[in-house]
């Protein structure tokens, strides 16, 4: 049972454009929604967060937005730098769960110089 | 200065074996957790410790034990090898394990081949 989703195992995208990577969940008890960021051979990297009180989280280049009528959030990176290269993964908690995480399975960005 | 390091990256194993893995972080977090891993990529939590107390065990084989011998230590130790515990197994941790902003640092990765 896969409750965060992320359905587009890759996304190519050309340097300077904007990157939208998706995931949606079916678990409408997440209250807290995470993006880790992995490099090859590396361990997942914190990236950004939102809480369900929120629709929106900005930091920088990167943007969170939180759709929870339709279970779904996305990530911008504006623009897209080659550096941005890496699997993006999405991750939710709920207070019930021990605030234990559950991620999704990953997307792999590619930024195209 | 790496915050979550585990050791080793990679290791190759016959089936039947038993093997461990070490994991150690300086990041004075009190929290910390195995993660694997599985060939569809998924991120799936095995175990969390917090203060040297188990607080989240999975459905995880019994073959599968994790040791912490202090907060800052969280080692797995994998009796009896099978080839589907074949993965990635990611060490991680986090400040406290009810915190609302449940930011993990993960170490790099051990991979693991059962032969």
């Known amino acids: 049972d896969q409750q965060v989703k992320q359905n587009s195992p890759s996304l190519s995208v050309q340097e300077g454009r904007i990157s939208i990577l998706n995931c949606d969940y079916t678990?409408?008890?997440?209250?807290?929604f995470l993006w880790y960021k992995k490099y090859p051979a590396e361990g997942p990297t914190f990236l950004i967060s939102i809480s369900s009180i929120k629709d929106k989280n900005e930091d920088g280049r990167f943007t969170v937005f939180l759709n929870k009528s339709a279970k779904h959030l996305s990530l911008h990176i504006v623009p897209s730098q080659p550096g941005d290269s890496a699997v993006y993964f999405c991750?939710?908690?709920?207070?019930?769960?021990?605030?234990?995480?559950?991620f999704g399975s990953g997307t792999q960005l590619t930024v195209l110089p | 200065d790496t915050a979550v390091s585990q050791t080793p990256k990679y290791l190759v194993t016959q089936m039947g074996n038993d093997k461990s893995i070490k994991c150690e972080q300086n990041?004075?977090?009190?929290?910390m957790y195995w993660y694997k891993q599985d060939s569809k990529k998924f991120l799936k939590i095995m175990f969390s410790?917090?203060?040297?107390?188990?607080?989240i065990n999975e459905t995880v084989p019994n073959r599968f034990s994790p040791k912490s011998p202090d907060k800052a230590h969280l080692n797995l130790h994998i009796n009896s090898l099978e080839l589907g515990d074949s993965a990635v197994y990611f060490c991680?941790?986090?400040?406290?394990?009810?915190?609302?902003?449940?930011?993990?640092?993960f170490g790099s990765g051990t991979q693991l081949s059962v032969l």
């Open positions: 410790y917090n203060n040297k107390e188990l607080i």
């Open positions: 990041l004075g977090h009190d929290t």
């Open positions: 991750a939710a908690s709920d207070f019930g769960s021990a605030r234990q995480l559950t």
């Open positions: 678990n409408s008890m997440f209250d807290y």
């Open positions: 991680a941790s986090s400040q406290a394990p009810d915190a609302t902003n449940e930011k993990l640092f």
